[in-house]
């Protein structure tokens, strides 16, 4: 079994940063994406951006410029740095790792994280 922890989460004012981490735990082989989502009260969970196990990158037009993801492969390790926050970034995020294997013959699993709150008010 695949855990996915998050950390990093908090209130911030507007225009200011933050950095989340989600670390993956288990009988890991490898990953194939990794990536944050949010979801706020009232709306559909959306992408913010998405790093594949080759460093490709794909950002949501909405945070392009401000946020930036990166993993750590040793670590199964996916951050976003998230600058210049906007009152409208507050949200549940949430950390996915797809494309998971337990082993090279296994066939690819799906996980979430339990979701960490990103609140940016004044």
């Known amino acids: 079994q695949v855990q996915l922890v998050e950390s990093g989460g908090g209130l911030v004012q507007p225009g200011g940063s933050l950095r989340l981490s989600c670390a993956a735990s288990?009988?890991?082989?490898?990953?194939?994406?990794m990536g944050w989502f949010r979801q706020a009260p009232g709306k559909q969970r959306e992408l913010c951006a998405s790093?594949?196990?080759?460093?490709?990158?794909n950002y949501a037009d909405s945070v392009k410029g401000r946020f930036t993801i990166s993993r750590d492969n040793a670590k199964n390790t996916v951050y976003l740095q998230m600058s210049s926050l906007k009152p409208e970034d507050t949200a549940v995020y949430y950390c996915?790792?797809?494309?998971?294997?337990?082993?090279?013959?296994?066939?690819?699993?799906?996980?979430w994280g339990q979701g960490i709150q990103v609140t940016v008010s004044s």
């Open positions: 996915n790792a797809n494309g998971v294997r337990m082993a090279r013959w296994l066939a690819p699993e799906n996980y």
């Open positions: 288990g009988s890991i082989f490898s990953i194939h994406t």
């Open positions: 790093i594949s196990d080759d460093d490709n990158t």
